[in-house]
């Protein structure tokens, strides 16, 4: 039982990996709108919505109904919908000549629903611009056709967001890379005080072999997260905030190995690379965590930008989110644990060759 015990975290790590991998690529995404032309309009219009679904199921026979809301209270129904294949459909809607906002040019929000796929919402997909303004009028018009009825679905995957689509997926690596480096980090900072107080005599070589892992995790952070911006943002690299506070982390600890390479003196090195490795943990405080929130971003959670909420992940999401970030976090404790009884086998080996010569 003690044997199992001893490897039961690591068996978890792996299942875990295996999970996130597994359920991560292969769960579809749930139904969602690509595209809807035209994406501008002028009121008193009679406008025909030609909307291109995804992972859609659009059905002649069946109510397919779509709306443009431009608020909870106002909000308008398309008076005929025609099915042009599974992903598009093409929706006639009259635009009233009166907006009910003081505003001369509003974005609406798509709403479409059917009982085949249930309701799904493309946010600021169509901009109104008003040629005159009846404030009353408009109320008149715009609260006639309320959204109600709508139907769910019992569709398993991942939501639909506009501009990530099928990368989302890349939330169960990148983001868990993230996390296993920032904890990796995080044992290798108490293994440096523990040497530096003289607890623990191996301390200085656990601090390796934790930044080890780490360093590795931090550098497939960065290419996964600029292989996501590529998809997003159009660019491997656009001088965000965050990817160059998070450049700056990775270097600062890349640096940590080229200095223990400085010394010849094994002491002398393990206590200056102890006290730098303090430093270099300190710094990913600001770096990582308040720089970016001080300014703008296009990464999520920094300059005003949510992260982690519901807007990122769903309950489905988080079914193998959280999985992910225990089992490469695990998996990535177990490398370095790796790391550290390899160079203490050798440490053994060569200490016994010493003793034989």
């Not at 309701?119 to 109600?148: C, H, Q, T």
């Amino acid at each position: 039982m003690r044997f199992l015990w001893s490897k039961s975290w690591k068996i978890i790590g792996v299942v875990l990996v295996l999970y996130s991998l597994v359920a991560g690529l292969l769960v579809p995404l749930k139904p969602g709108i690509l595209h809807v032309s035209p994406g501008s309009m002028t009121t008193d219009s009679l406008v025909y919505l030609d909307i291109e679904g995804y992972n859609t199921r659009f059905q002649s026979g069946i109510q397919n109904r779509v709306w443009l809301k431009l608020s909870d209270e106002f909000v308008i129904m398309a008076d005929t919908v025609m099915v042009i294949d599974r992903n598009h459909i093409r929706a006639r809607i009259h635009i009233p000549p009166y907006l009910p906002v003081p505003e001369t040019t509003v974005d609406c929000s798509l709403i479409v629903d059917n009982p085949a796929d249930g309701a799904f919402v493309k946010p600021s997909s169509v901009f109104i611009r008003a040629s005159d303004k009846n404030l009353e009028m408009g109320y008149a018009y715009w609260r006639k056709d309320a959204i109600s009825d709508l139907h769910g679905t019992g569709f398993f995957g991942y939501p639909f967001r506009g501009i990530l689509e099928e990368t989302i997926r890349n939330t169960y690596y990148h983001v868990p890379m993230w996390f296993g480096m920032i904890f990796l980090f995080l044992f290798s900072l108490i293994a440096s005080i523990r040497y530096l107080r003289g607890i623990d005599p191996w301390g200085a070589e656990k601090t390796r072999a934790l930044n080890q892992i780490g360093l590795i995790y931090g550098i497939l952070g960065l290419v996964t997260g600029a292989i996501w911006a590529k998809f997003t943002w159009n660019a491997f690299w656009s001088m965000d905030v965050k990817q160059n506070m998070a450049a700056i982390a990775t270097l600062i600890y890349l640096a940590y190995f080229l200095l223990a390479r400085s010394f010849e003196d094994p002491d002398k090195r393990d206590r200056v690379t102890s006290a730098y490795n303090i430093f270099a943990f300190l710094t990913l405080i600001p770096l990582l965590f308040i720089i970016p929130r001080m300014t703008d971003s296009l990464h999520p959670g920094n300059g005003g930008n949510p992260a982690m909420g519901g807007e990122d992940l769903d309950n489905t999401m988080r079914m193998v989110f959280y999985p992910a970030v225990i089992g490469w976090t695990l998996l990535g404790f177990w490398m370095a644990e790796l790391v550290y009884r390899t160079k203490l086998i050798q440490f053994r080996i060569r200490e016994r060759q010493h003793e034989l010569s």
